[in-house]
């Protein structure tokens, strides 16, 4: 199992080891948010789900990095800015992840779209203690490296997103939890230009306003077609 370590505003490390993780779909906190998400996903040639309610899908332990580097397989994936929940025997933590997919396979219905890709993830956390009373001011931001110019590509609020209990509900409902250590990507925001941007650069952020603090995460994506053999 992958075993990752966060270091926390106290400056004392959490030790995480990934037994279970989990991606959770349809996370908007309106149906109107929700059928923005799709709306968009269908422009781009995703088909529409017959089902809209939250769901949960469960994501192979070994695609969990903290490496600031990965590689694909073709020149059709695109991260998510999201904010990722850890749960572990030492509680409930908040990080930014990205839960990074292949398009072409999504296009096609493939099961697999979220499975061949690595999900990066910050060196960073929150407890979620720290967090829970003003939870929907926590800002997400997106950017990616086009043409030589870093532009926006998602931004929001959790506000926008499930309330975090209900993201709870949804995983004690489906007994998800496991307690040695369960890490969970929990939805993403709108495309800003409504259009993917296959992108090789990423840098994320989570931003408390409240705390003024903020959490990063940057990565670069090799497509192994480019490379030379």
Known sequence: MQKLSFELPNHRTVFFQVERAYSLGNTGRTKEFVNQHISELEDQGIPIPSNTDPSISPLTCNLITQDDHMQVLGDNTTGEVEFAVLIN?????????????DRILESKSSPYFKQVCQKPVAHNAWP????????????????VKMNNEWI???EGSSSLLLEIEKMKDLLNHHHAIHPAGTIVFCGTMLLKKGKFEYAKEYRMTMHDPVLNRSIKLNYLVETISDLTI
Do not use: P
């Open 152 to 154: 926006i590509y998602q």
């Open 89 to 101: 025997e030492e509680g409930f933590f908040i990080t930014l992840g990205s839960d990074h997919a």
């Open 128 to 143: 979620l203690s720290e967090v829970i009373e003003h939870w929907d001011s926590i800002q997400l931001l997106c950017e």
